[in-house]
Each structure stands twice: as C-alpha cells, then as structure tokens.
C-alpha cells in the first residue's frame, strides 16, 4: 500500500516494539535474512531527517552519538513485525510517526510462557480501556504470537538487544522510545494492566508538560523514598532504600519509577545519555558505568540537568487494588499488598502525608492469574458508577484538581 494511499491521521497508538523492525518511510524496506522487512528507523533515515519538523529534528540529535559508533549502528534498526504491517499502515501517519502511543519493550521466548501472558494480559487491558494503540517492540528473536486482528491497535516491532552490548537488558527501554517514532509516549512494562480510561490522560498532560522549553521526560513517583538525606531517619523498616553513587547530583524531586514519559522534545536527553550508557563514558560528572538500571539513570540522569517535574503515583503495586481500594473506597493503608499506615509512602523530607495516588494502572504483578481475574471483575463493574480514582492523604477524589485544589502543597510535589 502507497504512502499516498493510507488514511492521513494524528494516530494515537500504543506501541509495544521488537527492536529490529520498521522504518520512518512506509514504503521503505530492508532484507533481513532473504525477506523484505518494512523499516521504522535506522541511522540513515534518522540522520537524514529534514528539519521541516520539530519531531525529525529532535530525532536527529538524538542519533547523533549513537550512531556515531559504528559497533551501534546497527541497534539503531527497528523495522515491522510483517504479521503486523496492516496495524502498521492504519496507525502510523504518511510521515511514518505515531502521534501518541503506550510503548512496551519485551524479549519473546520459546519457554516464558507466564512473561507472555502477563504481557498479553497488557495488551488486553489498552484494547479495553484506552483510545490509543500499543507499540511493542521485541528484542527477542522468537515469535510473539500475538493477534493482529484480535489486537486491532497493536503495532508490533522488532529490533536488536542492546544487553549483547554488556549493558542491562532494561536499557531496551531507551531503545524502545528512541526507534517506535512515537512523539508523545508512555512506557509501559509488561507486568502492568490498565484499570480505567482516565489514564489516557497522561498524552494530553505531557503535551502540556514536555515542551521545548522543559524538554525531559516525566516519571511517576515511587512508593520507594531513596533520598540520602533520609537516611539519618531510617530505622530500618517502612518504604526507605538508600541510592548513592559515585559524582551523582543532589537530587531535585524524589526518586521516580521507570514509567517515563515523553514527548519528541525528550528525544535528544533520551539519546544522549543512552550514549554514555553503551559507551560506559561520563557525562556531566556521572560515571554511567557504574549505574547499573535503567531506572537509576533517568533518576540520575534528570537530577544532573536540573529537570523539577514528577507525575503523581498513578501506578500502584499489583492489580489486587482494583477490589480491595478503587471500587471499595478503602485506604491503601487500610487494606492492601503493600506496608500499612496512614500515611502511604511518606517520607521525612517531602511526601510527608505519604504520595497521592491515582489508580490508572496495576503494576509489577507478577501472576496472570491474577491480572485475568482483576480484568474480570473490572468487567462486571461496568455498570457500576465511575469510581473515585484519585486518593490522598484518607479520602478519595473524582478529579486530580479536587485533590490538588484541598491540599495545596500537592502541586508543588507532583501533578497530573
């Protein structure tokens, strides 16, 4: 089908992507073991990119180191999944991005039958409950077996494991972000589920938040306090874990988990410190040879440049909260999987009536089971009335802008 010929389209898509698939032109091919693969991004196409738009020239930036090194080029390829390429052309625009999109990193294999369900499970909830398509992106070399007609708006890619590089397998995530052209996305791991509609939210508030002028990727708080600052108060129980490293920065929000999300403008921040990772080098100081996640190189990585944004915890622990707080109104100190208290996830230097919460999405739940079962009882609730989903400090909210406008101090913690 001719780029000319696809419907032209804002598509707003999660992508789920397998390193090693498509590439910005449509129509655009690569051989790949005999057999045509239709490209997503490569070096080439990348450092070609016109500066006619905003989106292509954030991306050139952010290829620049990368495929500066010749070993790297080659992890820089993303191309189709060919069982896929219909979700493809319906959800990709004629200038080969995707407006907005969830975007989930993953490794296919023959024996991770359990990893499979939990990730499907992922896809189901996206088709349930939000507008947007699903980009995954495999890093794997075995098949996926996903549906492309049961998962009508799953984008499903492949590309190379930047772990051969001697770095965590996590770093895919990086990867996933800078090879789906999705200019406004959410990364999702596979041990998530949707749980409300109102989590689509989250593209329209990173519009607003990650522009040119604050161009860095946002994360939603953890319920772990990390803060070095902290550690003179800890006793040894509750929700604190130390995190220091050597020519690390004083940090300037509390640590976040590795939800980020982005907008094109976090394209370049995103490249340049990935970089640094698969080269082991510093920048700005930080020795990244020495962090060994994902998730400890953004915290680390936007504490250097100076970034002040964090989202509210819209993604709690395990998917039991969907029975035991959203629907029944309970505290999660009350009642839940994680250490009671009045006070959930405080900490002594910000957070000090714990972190405000809003039930978007389950996350590490590492159990099918029970995301099958948690799909189902948000299934039989459908005619109940919309639940409250924001909580703070013992009471719940219909809207963020309830909560934030009865505790003033929340803006100035976290927003959504």
């Known amino acids: 089908m001719p780029a000319a010929a696809m419907t032209p389209a804002l598509r707003t898509v999660f992508v789920m992507a397998c390193l090693g698939a498509p590439s910005s032109v449509l129509t655009r091919a690569l051989k790949v073991n005999g057999q045509a693969r239709h490209m997503v991004s490569d070096c080439d196409s990348m450092q070609a990119a016109g500066v006619s738009s905003d989106w292509g020239r954030m991306q050139r930036q952010a290829a620049s180191a990368l495929c500066a090194m010749p070993l790297h080029r080659m992890y820089m390829e993303s191309w189709v999944d060919p069982r896929f390429l219909g979700n493809y052309r319906k959800t990709y625009g004629r200038d080969g991005w995707i407006e907005e999109a969830w975007v989930n990193y993953f490794k296919a294999m023959p024996n991770s039958i359990d990893f499979m369900r939990l990730t499907d499970g992922l896809i189901e909830s996206i088709h349930r409950f939000s507008s ?17 007609e049961r998962f009508p708006r799953l984008v499903l890619l ?17 990867q996933a972000a800078l090879l789906s052209k999705v200019k406004v996305g959410v990364s999702l791991d596979s041990d998530m589920m949707m749980a409300t509609p109102m989590a689509d939210s989250l593209f329209t508030r990173s519009r607003e938040e990650i522009t ?15 803060d070095p600052v902290n550690l003179k108060d800890y006793d040894g129980t509750g929700n604190y874990l130390v995190y220091q490293c050597a020519g690390c920065p004083k940090p300037t929000m509390r640590w976040g988990q590795a939800q980020p999300t982005w907008t094109f403008w976090s394209l370049p921040f995103l490249g340049r410190w990935q970089a640094s990772k698969l080269n082991s080098s510093l920048r700005q100081g930080v020795d990244t040879a020495n962090i060994g996640e994902d998730e400890d190189l953004l915290n680390v990585a936007l504490w250097t440049e100076g970034a002040s944004k964090q989202w509210c915890m819209w993604q709690p622990g395990g998917v039991g909260f969907v ?36 039930y978007y999405f389950g996350h590490a739940e590492k159990t099918p089971k029970k995301v099958e079962a948690a799909l189902s009882f948000l299934e039989s609730m459908k005619s109940k009335p919309v639940p409250k989903v ?25 927003i959504l």
């Open 132 to 148: 947007r398509p699903i980009v995954l992106v495999n890093f794997g070399a075995a098949d996926a077996h996903f549906d492309p």
């Open 158 to 174: 492949q590309a190379r494991d930047v772990s051969k590089l001697g770095v965590s397998f996590n770093f895919n995530k990086f």
């Open 212 to 226: 040119e002028a604050y161009p860095y990727p946002m994360l939603p708080v953890h319920f772990l306090d990390r």
């Open 323 to 358: 029975s035991d707080n959203l629907y029944s109104e309970y505290s999660p100190g009350m009642y839940g999987e994680y250490p009671p208290g009045p006070l959930f996830n405080a900490d002594r230097s910000r957070y000090l009536k714990g972190t405000p919460i809003a």
């Open 390 to 414: 924001y909580f703070y400090d013992e009471k719940f909210y219909t809207e963020f802008t309830e909560l934030a406008k009865a505790n003033p101090e929340v803006p100035h913690l976290c």
